[in-house]
């Protein structure tokens, strides 16, 4: 007998599974290096911005956000109607992708690169086109150009590239855009934007003020550490910034977390204190294992790149017993974040062995 039942999406199937950073066993002394989190809890000017939105949960928040919106134009030097908050810089990429592509339409992006992209494609019922990143783990921006054809609505740029670690010049950048057609939207995906120190890394803003079809996203998960609010945002022309606030989840930012970003733009300067203690921590990190052996792209994020390939795995069950949980990716290598002094030191002994044997 024929049973008639609902089907899902085609596309689902296809779907490539987003892992999660593995989690400390309860009560087990380990170190989560594994979801390029902000090792620092909370500032206590958060925590009370926090306590104080608890007692107003009964309530939507301010559905967009104006008082965060007003403060992140501000904190940017662009206008409110310009940025688009959202559940966290994920969700406003599905929005970004929600608002710009037809079924079919091509969406370009580097791989290996953040493991959210295959999937906001998909869902979007667009068509992802993976141009791989160089053996240093760079983006390949000339590849990326010459991907694009006449179906292509969006590429996607993560600089710096997660997992890998490098952020895209400025000048490589440059002749990208001029090589991308007008009508092509350009999303920069600068989710670790805090965390970089070159200076001939490309300045989202001003090539957001330069042109017309970039987007930037960035997020207060990572440098900010609300990672678990989930505060994120688009800045936009106010044209494209209305489309995507009209794809976007109504009410999508909660009232604490609104509230809790706020406080964290007042307390950038002490933030970003912590932050320049990550990065120092990054760069102790990358001279000692370059200087056990280990070849690693540079980092201009708060994590680290080991392209160990088909090892990826028993490296990183290797590392999770030296008591660091770290984060791989099956045949292609393993991304382990910034965190600790203590965390560097047991991966450095890990890492020392590994290369022993
Ligand atoms: C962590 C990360 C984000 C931010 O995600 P949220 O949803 O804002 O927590 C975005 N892009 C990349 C490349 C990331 O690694």
Redesign the pocket.
């Known amino acids: 007998m024929h049973v008639s039942r609902p089907t899902l999406r085609r596309a689902l199937a296809d779907l490539p599974p987003y892992v999660p950073g593995a989690r400390s066993p309860v009560g087990a002394a380990a170190f989560k290096l594994s979801s ?1 989190e902000n090792p620092y809890p909370p500032l206590p000017s958060v925590m009370a911005a926090i306590a104080d939105a608890a007692v107003d949960v009964n309530r939507y928040p301010d559905m967009y956000a104006t008082e965060l919106t007003e403060a992140i134009a501000q904190d940017l030097g662009v206008a409110p109607d310009q940025v688009v908050v959202g559940c ?4 406003v990429l599905g929005h970004v992708l929600t608002a710009f592509c037809e079924a079919g339409d091509e969406v370009v992006f580097p791989w290996r690169s ?1 493991e959210a992209y295959p999937i906001a494609v998909t869902l979007a019922g667009a068509q992802g086109v993976r141009v791989p990143v160089t053996d240093d783990g760079r983006l390949d921006l000339p590849a990326m150009a010459a991907a694009v054809t006449d179906r292509t609505r969006v590429v996607l740029v ?1 600089t710096p590239n ?1 997992p890998t670690g490098p952020a895209v010049r400025a000048d490589e950048l440059e002749q990208f855009l001029d090589a991308v057609p007008e009508h092509v939207l350009v999303v920069l ?1 600068e ?1 670790y934007v805090e965390f970089v120190r070159d200076p001939a890394a490309a300045d989202g803003l001003a090539v957001f003020a330069a042109r017309r079809n970039v987007v930037l ?1 960035r ?1 207060f ?2 440098a900010y550490g609300l ?1 678990g609010l ?1 505060v ?1 945002f688009a800045v936009a022309r106010a044209r494209h910034a209305a489309g995507i606030r009209a794809a976007s989840t109504p009410f999508g930012v909660s009232h604490v977390a609104q509230l809790a970003a706020l406080a964290s733009l007042r307390a950038r300067d002490e933030l970003l204190a912590r932050v320049d203690a990550i990065v120092q921590e990054r760069t102790r990190m990358l001279a000692a294992l370059r200087a056990q052996g280990w070849t690693v792209p540079d980092s201009e994020a708060n994590f680290v790149w080991f392209g160990v390939g088909d090892h990826a795995t028993s490296f990183a069950e290797r590392c999770s017993r030296g008591g660091v949980i770290v984060r791989a990716f099956a045949g292609d290598g393993v991304r382990v974040s910034v965190g600790e002094p203590e965390a560097t030191d047991l991966l450095l002994e890990v890492t020392a062995q590994h290369l022993a044997r």
């Open positions: 390029n966290g810089s994920v969700a953040f993560c997660n995906d989710a996203l997020t998960s990572k990672a989930r994120g």
